[in-house]
């Protein structure tokens, strides 16, 4: 209300000429709010009504338009990626970075947005002249008149090809160095770790500053959904913490206090379950997360993820959500996602895909064979497993290089028997594999494999979780191999796929001892609770990942919220529970139900956008060794610091 009454009393001070600039701007939200309060004032304080817009009263009139949002507070008019043909006569002022020039004459000047063409009058020898000596990426300034390209001259594969700006006013903002570690040209690009270490230039690549721009616009989207639609809580949670038993090496942080020890959140498990427990029943976080575990392609020490908790939820309706909450968010510019996503049980997904992540993409899955062999007692081992996987004519491609490939891969999988081959006949092939196999499972064997003449076959047997991973793992790098030799096997557009079911252990590195699965706050599945004490790997956690394209971009469960049952869980893992008395404590405080789940937001963008790594999504990423290009860090600390943090270096070398 005051700033409104404020808005009225200064309306009398304004000039008539505000009546040209309105009907300039008459689409922008400003004007309707204007219009609106116009109208309540009566016509004579119209008459010295002035300017009340962002506007250079001693511009011309075709200066004066409502900036763009992303030219708001700025010097410039537009940016280099928007003028067209509607702008011709105006005057404008651009700001960006020298790409191009020839002659002096004709320039190319970039910003995030996009380039616009500069034309300099043979006349204008003073700007003729700084260009002559101006480097590439130098940063400027310059005004002019937009005016249309001659016909010949229309770049159509340029936003902005149809026009160009005839420059009045030319000004070096910053002069770049006359040799940059690498040049800003899309058909010659350095290699990444030069682009890496000089990212700040490497920003300036348009598949990055796209990168870049859907990111920030997938996050925005991802809030509005949650907050205005769901009514979810952003709740901000601490990085720093306590060590958490099992899971993944966790960076540790000195403190003052000698011997004792801050850890990075590996993820804000415990405090979103916490949130539940304070009534907060509709949690989210965009979180940044630490773990020491290296750098690959798909992983980097800190990484973003979406975290989410809800109350009073089951499997079934933290799934919905994230469908929702993804086709609601997804950036129009990429194919479309299905409104709900299929789902397939971790047992059924390994038996067909060999993996807990599969490509859903292209078929070629996987066929059990077991019982054909489990009559000849010289193969059959405890968790025997047989399977293989066939490739029919035309992709048949066994290179000497491909099987030799192949052969390493399986010699990591100690437990178990690997052949490949070439078959033009299969009754032939089986006659060969009897020597090996056996006469008596040679029939069964036939019937398993009769229709595959003419294929690519590669078939595995022994441990039935090694043969499993290897076969699942030849699948797809058979497939990637497949395209590179330009067949087309993977389908278009994003395939998503949740995988439920999980178990909830794994055999641990002793025997007899379990790991979580996923982590130990997972939930039993209620069908399976009474095999905890006598078949524990059977038992079925309520977990479910969230895949896309062969990628794993997310992970939940439905919590424990009993503390007799976290207690019996601690306890099977051998985990003492003083370090989780705090969680013991709060589930015991009246913790309702609940369950979540996090997306890997990194990874995810990576899948939608199709690049090579999760580093082509990250502003400023780590290498692989977990390292800091830019600036060179993990680096040494000062005496001082070493003292006041209690803390001494071992030289492992000697």
């Given at each position: 209300m005051m700033f409104q009454i404020h808005f009225l009393r200064n309306i009398r001070r304004f000039s008539s000429s505000t009546r040209q600039v309105i009907r300039n701007v008459k689409q922008t939200q400003q004007l309707q709010f204007v219009q609106r309060t116009l109208h309540n004032v009566s016509s004579a304080h119209l008459q010295n009504v002035k300017n009340v817009y962002l506007v250079d009263e001693t511009s011309e009139i075709s200066q004066r338009h409502i900036q763009s949002g992303s030219n708001r507070f700025t010097c410039r008019t537009y940016n280099c990626g928007e003028l067209r043909l509607k702008h011709v006569g105006e005057r404008v002022t651009l700001c960006g970075w020298l790409e191009y020039q020839r002659m002096n004459k004709f320039v190319v000047i970039r910003d995030g947005y996009g380039h616009t063409q500069l034309l300099v009058d043979d006349k204008d020898i003073e700007v003729q002249k700084l260009l002559s000596t101006l480097p590439y990426e130098s940063v400027i300034k310059i005004s002019g008149s937009v005016v249309s390209r001659p016909k010949d001259m229309i770049n159509p594969r340029q936003s902005t090809g149809e026009i160009?700006?005839?420059?009045?006013?030319?000004?070096?903002?910053?002069?770049?160095?006359?040799?940059?570690?690498?040049?800003?040209?899309?058909?010659?690009?350095?290699?990444?770790?030069?682009?890496?270490?000089?990212?700040?230039?490497?920003?300036?690549?348009?598949?990055?500053?796209?990168?870049?721009?859907?990111?920030?616009?997938?996050?925005?989207?991802?809030?509005?959904?949650?907050?205005?639609?769901?009514?979810?809580?952003?709740?901000?949670?601490?990085?720093?913490?306590?060590?958490?038993?099992?899971?993944?090496?966790?960076?540790?942080?000195?403190?003052?206090?000698?011997?004792q020890f801050y850890s990075l959140v590996q993820s804000p498990q415990q405090f979103k379950q916490m949130l539940m427990a304070g009534a907060i029943d509709r949690y989210f976080q965009i979180a940044r997360c630490y773990r020491d575990e290296g750098s690959r392609s798909d992983r980097q020490p800190e990484f973003t993820q979406l975290d989410i908790e809800m109350s009073f939820t089951d499997v079934n309706g933290v799934i919905r959500l994230i469908e929702e909450l993804l086709h609601y968010s997804w950036p129009e510019c990429l194919p479309n996602l299905p409104r709900v996503f299929p789902r397939i049980a971790y047992e059924d997904a390994m038996e067909t895909y060999g993996t807990d992540k599969p490509d859903t993409r292209f078929e070629f899955t996987l066929h059990n064979c077991t019982n054909a062999l489990k009559n000849n007692e010289n193969l059959v081992c405890d968790n025997f497993g047989a399977y293989f996987l066939?490739?029919?004519?035309?992709?048949?491609?066994?290179?000497?290089?491909?099987?030799?490939?192949?052969?390493?891969?399986?010699?990591?999988?100690?437990?178990?028997?690997?052949?490949?081959?070439?078959?033009?006949?299969?009754?032939?092939?089986?006659?060969?594999?009897?020597?090996?196999?056996?006469?008596?499972?040679?029939?069964?064997?036939?019937?398993?494999?009769?229709?595959?003449?003419?294929?690519?076959?590669?078939?595995?047997?022994?441990?039935?979780?090694?043969?499993?991973?290897?076969?699942?793992?030849?699948?797809?790098?058979?497939?990637?191999?497949?395209?590179?030799?330009?067949?087309?096997?993977?389908?278009?557009?994003?395939?998503?796929?949740?995988?439920?079911?999980?178990?909830?252990?794994?055999?641990?590195?002793?025997?007899?001892?379990?790991?979580?699965a996923h982590h130990p706050f997972t939930s039993p599945h209620h069908d399976d609770v009474h095999l905890l004490e006598s078949s524990p790997l059977k038992v079925r956690a309520q977990a479910y990942d969230l895949v896309l394209n062969g990628n794993e971009v997310g992970g939940g469960s439905i919590r424990i919220h009993d503390p007799a049952q976290q207690e019996r869980i601690f306890k099977m893992l051998d985990i003492d529970k003083q370090f989780m008395q705090h969680m013991l404590d709060m589930l015991g405080s009246g913790c309702p139900p609940h369950g979540g789940i996090a997306l890997g937001l990194d990874r995810l963008l990576a899948t939608m956008l199709n690049t090579k790594s999760i580093r082509d999504v990250i502003a400023f990423p780590k290498t692989f060794e977990g390292r800091d290009p830019v600036s060179g860090a993990p680096s040494p600390i000062s005496e001082h610091d070493k003292k006041l943090y209690h803390l001494e270096i071992v030289d492992n070398k000697s």
């Open positions: 160009e700006v005839l420059v009045s006013s030319f000004e070096i903002l910053n002069k770049a160095k006359e040799i940059l570690p690498f040049n800003i040209r899309e058909f010659q690009k350095a290699k990444e770790a030069l682009r890496m270490q000089y990212r700040y230039l490497d920003l300036r690549f348009s598949e990055m500053q796209k990168n870049m721009r859907i990111r920030s616009q997938f996050f925005m989207s991802l809030r509005t959904f949650l907050v205005n639609e769901c009514q979810f809580v952003d709740v901000e949670t601490p990085t720093l913490f306590k060590a958490t038993p099992g899971g993944a090496q966790e960076f540790i942080v000195p403190t003052r206090f000698p011997g066939v490739f029919p004519e035309p992709y048949v491609i066994l290179s000497k290089a491909v099987k030799e490939r192949f052969s390493k891969l399986a010699q990591k999988y100690s437990e178990s028997k690997f052949l490949q081959n070439k078959v033009d006949n299969i009754e032939t092939w089986l006659i060969k594999l009897s020597r090996l196999l056996g006469n008596s499972v040679i029939e069964e064997l036939k019937i398993a494999l009769q229709p595959h003449n003419n294929s690519a076959i590669f078939f595995g047997y022994g441990n039935r979780d090694e043969v499993l991973s290897l076969l699942g793992l030849i699948r797809l790098e058979y497939v990637n191999i497949l395209e590179e030799q330009g067949h087309k096997i993977k389908k278009d557009g994003m395939h998503p796929i949740w995988i439920t079911d999980f178990p909830l252990f794994e055999k641990g590195d002793t025997p007899g001892s379990l790991n979580s």
